[in-house]
């Protein structure tokens, strides 16, 4: 089975940067889209970022112009630079990525156990 494993959160004022990292790790086919959602205290989980495997990218309106997505497809990690960061960005970040795990088997989509970040001053 493929784990994730998020790391880089942490708290940090507004206006700061942060960036998280995402290792996927197991046997595995291949990997596809890897993304980033987030879910903030007595709210859903929403979606943040994601990206393919051709590199094209997807963002939440909330992040465009201050989150950035990118992936390093050999070590198998995805990462998510944050910058301006603002108070209602605190949440616990969560890394998805969809699986091959044998040729043609088709994708299936697995998850982090998440990364807590704190804008606060």
């Known amino acids: 089975q493929v784990q994730l494993v998020e790391s880089g959160g942490g708290l940090v004022q507004p206006g700061g940067s942060l960036r998280l990292s995402c290792a996927a790790s197991?046997?595995?086919?291949?990997?596809?889209?890897m993304g980033w959602y987030r879910q903030a205290p007595g709210k859903q989980r929403e979606f943040v970022a994601t990206i393919i495997s051709d590199d094209s990218t997807t963002y939440a309106d909330s992040v465009k112009g201050r989150f950035t997505i990118s992936r390093d497809s050999a070590k198998n990690t995805v990462y998510l630079q944050m910058k301006s960061l603002k108070p209602e960005d605190t949440a616990v970040y969560y890394c998805n990525a969809d699986v091959e795990y044998v040729p043609s088997a088709g994708y299936r989509k697995v998850w982090g156990r998440g990364t807590l970040v704190t804008v606060s001053s």
């Open positions: 197991g046997p595995m086919f291949s990997l596809n889209a």
